[in-house]
């Protein structure tokens, strides 16, 4: 968890992106100006795709003033601290044979989640007076559309401005509030939106602390009176305890630490990185789950939720931070009702979450794109059961089990009666689009079968347990799927697939991270590992732990070698940005020119879900439900050529703490239980 400092910049150098999952940024070279910023459950219909998404906030951009004149601050270097998510700059000033020097720290703040703190130091070598004006500027040329008003309230001499943003639909409202504190003498506000004043830096150093908060207005009917009444709250604490707040938040997160003995100093890097973006995007707090981007950036995807949040960035809070995993299925239950509607309105009973989700849990996928406009891509209610499931079996909460995750399980489970077609061959489900959308409209995805006989199955557990009886629809429709195998005992992505050497891999997800094991697997492994694993390396989200398969098979050499194609190559200049496919241009790498499709956070989740879960063979489907933990722990330990070991500091099971250590060469991984 090194600080990553950086001194010079290329040109297409992608922004810092610093967030605490419920407000984001983008902090480029000079931070003081030009900030990309995006606020949870803000969202405004998007021209062009005619669907809602994120919409821009302002955010705050400081001009510093010699006698009237603009002076522009010449950036020295930025240092980002994964440790506890703060982003520092060094900048200094020079005008008429003066300098002042500049220390401007950002941080979003986990523990009190609508703020953006930022603090400004000053400090000159002989006193001198820099006038500062302070405006919030909505950036971002494409987005600017999606707000339609800026409603400005009085501030009554306890904040330098307050105003209410309207979507361009005026379907959601943001409220943002700010105030600058600290040193600033004859300060005044010109407009809600910007704020002047003067400073007298000294050899000492002054110190000039901003204080902004957002809300988003689904959460609260007044988001500016809210907005300023966190801000208030902010003044009590001060500054520096909310930073200190901030940094504990970030150590008891750091405790469930990725170590990796053997693997050398860039590996940790590329894992700590993962780590920390895409911890810094989830939150326990926020009103929408994390999109694919997080809250970096809205271009594409629109920020809105897909099966990337439950089948790979769900996982590592599943066992790191289970309430921030408990916040991320809140969201789906509390859409329920859309889910509801969704089904019947594709003629199905029960529910089916949509294929691109929101605010409201309605489907808002492009109509006009492929997959009948996202309708086809049906997996996704799958791949939600299967967290409700997963945290259910995890946590150990029986509340949970019975109020949240029954609900959702048996909906899908009759989804899953309507949808499938009883045939000769047992049932059937046809007109599909499975993980891979280069083959649309299939029969029979194999992914899709399998795991809705996966649901099945589970929902008949639950309705056991919770004094129901077993669902003989149910029970014949999970002994009956067709899965579509051939002859020698591979299992086709969907029937009828071709045989070709550059196949999408994505049936493998049925095996891990699902537990699905058809008895004899190395067969269906070494396929698709010989005919196209190798290609789809490079592409978004399963590619980050495809290695566990040569793994599984025995091959520790290739299983490096996926592993360094399939991570190693999606990272980038500065702070291990991490783009949504590979860089595999060394060049590219270090001056990426689509910075903007930096900071994909899905597949972070996904090498994080790997090293978790799939190279210590961690499966908690492997025991019935309530099974103990050490029953999860499958046999025979393969890592990469050259790793010995992964240690994970700390995960939650069954609401214990354990250290969880896989020994290469060893039988089963090791669970440490802690004192937490």
Not at 173 to 192: D, E, I, P, W, Y
Not at 237 to 262: H, P, Q, Y
Not at 298 to 319: Q, R, V
Not at 617 to 626: A, E, I, N, R, S
Request: proline residues 5%; hydrophobic residues 35%.
């Amino acid at each position: 968890m090194i600080k990553h400092t950086v001194t010079q910049w290329n040109e297409f150098s992608p922004p810092a992106y610093v967030s605490n999952g419920f407000i984001g940024f983008r902090f480029a070279k000079n931070p003081f100006k030009d900030i990309i910023g995006l606020l949870s459950g803000f969202y405004g219909m998007r021209n062009g795709p005619d669907v809602e998404a994120l919409a821009s906030i302002p955010t705050p951009n400081f001009t510093f003033y010699y006698q009237d004149e603009a002076v522009e601050p010449q950036i020295i270097s930025q240092t980002y601290d994964f440790s506890c998510g703060e982003l520092e700059t060094e900048a200094v000033l020079e005008f008429d044979g003066k300098k002042i020097f500049l220390n401007y720290l950002v941080f979003c703040a986990r523990t009190s989640p609508t703020l953006l703190m930022s603090s400004l130091k000053l400090k000159s070598d002989e006193p001198c007076q820099i006038g500062i004006n302070l405006e919030y500027k909505i950036y971002y040329e494409r987005l600017e559309k999606t707000i339609s008003e800026i409603e400005s309230f009085p501030c009554h001499n306890q904040c330098d401005g307050k105003f209410k943003l309207y979507s361009s639909d005026r379907s959601t409202t943001a409220g943002v509030v700010f105030r600058l504190l600290g040193n600033v003498s004859q300060k005044k506000s010109v407009s809600s939106l910007s704020t002047n004043g003067s400073i007298n830096v000294t050899p000492d150093g002054k110190t000039v602390n901003l204080v902004t908060s957002y809300v988003p207005g689904m959460m609260h009917c007044e988001p500016h009176n809210q907005a300023h009444r966190m801000l208030k709250l902010a003044e009590w604490n001060g500054f520096d305890r909310i930073r200190e707040m901030n940094r504990a938040c970030w150590a008891k997160l750091w405790e469930s630490r990725i170590v990796i003995d053997g693997a050398g100093e860039e590996w940790q890097n590329v894992i700590d990185a993962s780590y920390f973006y895409l911890m810094s995007s989830v939150s326990a707090f926020a009103p929408i789950s994390v999109a694919p981007f997080g809250l970096s950036q809205p271009d594409s995807y629109e920020g809105h939720c897909f099966w990337d949040t439950e089948s790979f960035m769900f996982i590592p809070p599943l066992f790191c931070a289970p309430e921030i995993a408990y916040s991320m299925l809140e969201y789906r239950f509390e859409r329920l009702d859309a889910a509801k509607n969704n089904a019947k309105l594709n003629g199905y009973r029960g529910i089916q979450f949509p294929w691109q989700s929101g605010t409201t849990g309605c489907e808002v996928t492009t109509p006009y794109v492929g997959q009948a406009g996202g309708a086809g891509e049906q997996h996704i209610n799958l791949d939600v059961a299967l967290a409700f499931d997963a945290y259910a079996r995890i946590s150990g909460d029986e509340c949970f089990l019975r109020e949240k995750a029954w609900p959702v399980i048996k909906g899908v489970a009759q989804w899953i009666e309507s949808r499938t077609e009883k045939t000769e061959r047992g049932y059937e489900i046809l007109h599909v689009t499975g993980i891979d959308e280069e083959s649309d409209d299939v029969p029979n995805d194999s992914y899709t079968n399998l795991m809705s006989q996966k649901i099945l199955r589970a929902a008949n557990e639950y309705s056991e347990k919770l004094g129901f009886g077993i669902n003989n629809k149910w029970l014949d429709i999970e002994r009956n799927m067709f899965i579509p195998f051939r002859e020698d005992g591979v299992l086709l992505q969907y029937e009828g697939m071709p045989d070709k050497d550059d196949l999408a891999s994505t049936t493998l997800m049925s095996y891990f991270p699902y537990g699905y094991t058809s008895g004899n697997d190395i067969p269906t492994f070494e396929y698709y590992i010989t005919h196209g694993m190798e290609r789809y390396l490079v592409y978004p989200m399963l590619s980050g732990f495809l290695g566990v398969f040569p793994a599984w098979a025995g091959d520790r050499e290739k299983a490096l070698a996926f592993y360094e194609r399939a991570n190693l190559t999606f990272f980038c200049q500065p702070f291990y940005a991490c783009a949504e496919w590979a860089i595999c241009n060394e060049e590219e790498r270090i001056n990426p020119k689509d910075f903007i499709n930096t900071s994909f956070i899905t597949a972070r989740g996904s090498l994080l879900s790997g090293l978790i879960m799939g190279l210590t063979k961690m499966c908690p489907w492997k025991g019935k439900l309530g099974s103990a933990p050490d029953e999860w722990l499958g046999e025979n330990i393969i890592l990469p050529e050259g790793w010995n070991s992964i240690t994970v500091g700390k995960i939650y099971l069954h609401g214990k703490p354990y250290k969880l250590t896989a020994v290469n060469g060893a039988k089963k991984a090791v669970l440490e239980e802690l004192n937490d």
